[in-house]
């Protein structure tokens, strides 16, 4: 993955625009892998694949043409650093726990202010500065896109997304970092599958600490409350199709490539909610049989006894109540 992300800087023509010493791009790339944490999805391996995503997408939509070479290293490198140290626990997390993160960014998007400051903080060591050689002006610029600002409220995106990228686009850089970030449903289902099991194993750690913490349980988190397909329809309908299906309207190749795979994973989720809700339905309806059956056991079994201890029943008060217990200690 180091090589790979070496070999985008070198092949975009970011070593030379930037005057980057090779060695230096090395000891960073190194540097930014060390700062990711070993979490199940917010891990090393995410961080690649949006940095793929977002060079797949310079070639995809042929970016140099409309945008400088300086705009290309500034979106790959927010790619690269998006997550830097995530600690596995979101933003709702840090605030509702009162964490360090939360105190000192004052609850203000604490994590992107820590990602931001982690990837400013390695570029502060000359070891490591692969902006050292720029201007600065440049370097300025650079700051302004920095990974913080691509928010994590991608809801309010949507419907800010039509008019940012029209009217406004400076921001298109930061919009396309946000659909890199989650494009994961874009790829082949062997890929994207097995990363919903790494995010909601990461949610399930959060919601089962929020509840030992007392703290509030989103329950799109919660493994009582949320399955694989519920977890994707939702997100693929009405959040990675509108926002693709927007960025596709400036760059008409994104339809094909990334809008209709996310169409395909649409339906492949409501098609696997389909199966197990139909599966969920054969257990309940087995266990009702099985509940019945049971029950007109009990009621022959009730009648047999009713009969062979008619004389006793009837002298007695308390055979009524004989017969309840029996059918009490049955249902336990
Ligand atoms: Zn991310």
Known sequence: MLSLLEHMYHELGLVEEFNINPIVLKRWLLCVQENYRNNPFHNFRHCFCVSQMMYGMIHLCKLWERMATEDLGILLTAAVCHDLDHPGYNNTYQINARTELAIRYNDISPLENHHCAVAFQILSNPETNIFANVDKDTFKRIRAVSPYRHGDNIIQWGYLLFFLVRKLFKFLKMVLIK????????????????????????????????????????????????????????????????????????????????????????????????????????????????????????????????????HTQMNSPSSGRAFRCWNWGQRV
Request: a negative charge; charged letters at 30%; aromatic letters at 6%.
């Open 179 to 310: 659909c890199c970030d989650i494009s994961n449903e874009v790829r082949p289902m062997e890929v994207s599958e097995p990363w919903v099991d790494c995010l909601l194993e990461e949610y399930f750690n959060q919601s089962d600490r929020e509840k030992m913490e007392g703290l509030p349980v989103a329950p799109f988190m919660d493994r009582d409350k949320v399955t694989k397909p519920t977890a994707q329809i939702g997100f693929i309908k009405f959040v990675l199709i509108p926002m693709f299906e927007t960025v596709a309207k400036v760059f008409t190749q994104i339809d094909e490539v990334m809008v209709q795979p996310l169409k395909t994973a649409k339906d492949r989720y409501e098609e696997m909610k389909s199966v197990e809700e139909a599966q969920k339905q054969a257990t309940l309806s087995r266990r009702k049989d099985k509940k019945s059956s049971r029950s007109t056991g009990e009621t022959t079994m009730a009648a047999a006894s009713t009969k062979s201890n008619s």
